[in-house]
Every structure is written in structure tokens, then in C-alpha cells.
């Protein structure tokens, strides 16, 4: 079985901060890793996604994650957050090893981003 | 492009009813997703399919849900006899293969059962 565990229901950070928020998976196989960003009233978009290679990941809007195997964590981040990026952030894994196509997500970070 | 589009994108019913949601997918994405998003929760998977390959229902959570798609096209996802706890968004999503791509995701309908 696969799951996510996002343990931050919300996440608050001065804008121009350095900013992480935390994600640990399980899974039996090899994880693909992926984290979307929900705006209000607008569908998830993604960000970006680990599937193998380098564990430093670079995606949309200046995000990154880094995928840490021995830690099974995939935490996002960015240098310095901007006022728009205040959202809803969703981890999500797959268990390719698994032969899973099933993305399993977790329940959202809610990050808030203080002028 | 177009991204992936649903309808509609509110719907308000009364316990009991049917309703029939739609998707549709981004043009040449073979494989589609339903997702079911209650009120402060994640995703939960509900139905997959992928080309002409039979869909994968394991997520539906009764006989009440059932999803249908035409090819590789339209989906609709039909909720018989609707209950209180049906209320949520449903997301649909589809990604170009099922293997490592990434999926999609439509703006959702919002379903309210009174």
C-alpha cells in the first residue's frame, strides 16, 4: 500500500523568508513523487515531480523539492516566498515499483504568506 | 490548449436525486482520473481509465457511483439516488499515458446534496 503524509495542516511564513513545507510517503515499490498547488476556487496545478535521477527537483514558480530516500520525505520548498504564494499544497506519490497508476495524495498544507 | 474542462462547475440537488457529471479531457490524453475532494481533505481516487483497457472501479465508494467514458474522450460520472455525504468537489484529471505522466487536473464540480 501506498501513502502520503503531510504533517503541517498550515504553514505560515513572512514574505521573503525561505520557506519548506513537509512531506513523508510509504510506499513497497519505487515512489514517483509529485506536488500540486490548489488556489481558491481554481483545480490543482502541478509543480513538479521526482520519477528518478537527481534528488534535487526544480519546477514551476521557483519551487523545489528534494526527494530523500533514507528519510522517505519529499519536501517542498522555496528561497524566498512571495505573498502569491499563499495556497493550498498537496504531496502526492505513486508506487511505480508496485505497478500502481494510483495517486495517492495527502490531506494539503495550507501555507500563508505574511507581507 | 485547452486544459481539462468539467460540468458544471456547481450543482445543487436534493437527497435522493440523480446527477451526471462531465469531463473532458485534454485532446490525445488516454488515460482519466475521478477524484472525489471532500470539505479539508485530500483527493480520494474514485475510477481510472486508460484506452480501451477495462476501468479500474476500485475506488468508487458504492453502487450508487458509476463513470463512463466514450474512447478516449468524455467521461461522465453518475451518482444514483445521491446522499449528504456525496457532498463534495469531484476532480477529473487526465494524463497522456498512465505511466509517469502527469495528470491534469479540471477546475472540479462542486456537488451540494440538501
Known amino acids: 500500500a501506498q501513502s502520503v503524509a503531510q504533517p503541517e495542516d498550515q504553514v505560515n511564513v513572512a514574505e521573503g523568508n525561505p520557506l519548506t513545507v513537509k512531506c513523508t510517503y510509504s510506499?513497497?515499490?519505487?515512489?514517483?513523487l509529485f506536488w500540486y498547488v490548489q488556489y481558491p476556487n481554481r483545480g490543482l496545478q502541478f509543480l513538479l515531480k521526482?520519477?528518478?535521477?537527481?534528488?534535487l527537483v526544480k519546477g514551476s514558480y521557483g519551487f523545489e523539492a528534494e526527494f530523500n530516500k533514507s528519510q522517505t520525505s519529499f519536501h517542498l520548498k522555496k528561497p524566498s516566498a512571495l505573498v502569491s504564494d499563499s495556497a493550498l499544497y498537496f504531496c502526492a506519490v505513486r508506487d511505480y515499483g508496485a505497478g500502481s497508476y494510483q495517486l495517492t495524495f495527502g490531506k494539503g498544507t495550507k501555507l500563508s504568506v505574511i507581507p | 490548449g485547452a486544459g481539462v474542462s468539467q460540468s458544471p462547475s456547481n450543482k445543487v440537488t436534493e437527497k435522493g436525486k440523480d446527477v451526471e457529471l462531465r469531463c473532458d479531457p485534454i485532446?490525445?490524453?488516454?488515460?482519466l482520473y475521478w477524484y472525489r475532494q471532500r470539505l479539508g481533505q485530500g483527493l480520494e481516487f474514485l475510477i481510472y481509465?486508460?484506452?480501451?483497457?477495462?476501468?479500474?472501479k476500485s475506488g468508487l465508494p458504492s453502487d450508487r457511483f458509476s463513470a463512463e467514458r466514450t474512447g478516449e474522450s468524455v467521461s461522465t460520472l453518475t451518482i444514483q439516488r445521491t446522499q449528504q455525504e456525496d457532498s463534495a468537489v469531484y476532480l477529473c484529471?487526465?494524463?497522456?499515458?498512465?505511466?509517469?505522466?502527469?495528470?491534469?487536473f479540471g477546475p472540479g464540480t462542486r456537488l451540494l446534496v440538501l
Open positions: 484529471a487526465s494524463s497522456l499515458t498512465d505511466v509517469v505522466e502527469t495528470q491534469y
Open positions: 485532446s490525445g490524453h488516454t488515460a
Open positions: 481509465f486508460q484506452g480501451n483497457s477495462a476501468p479500474d
Open positions: 510506499v513497497s515499490g519505487n515512489p514517483y
Open positions: 521526482y520519477i528518478t535521477g537527481d534528488n
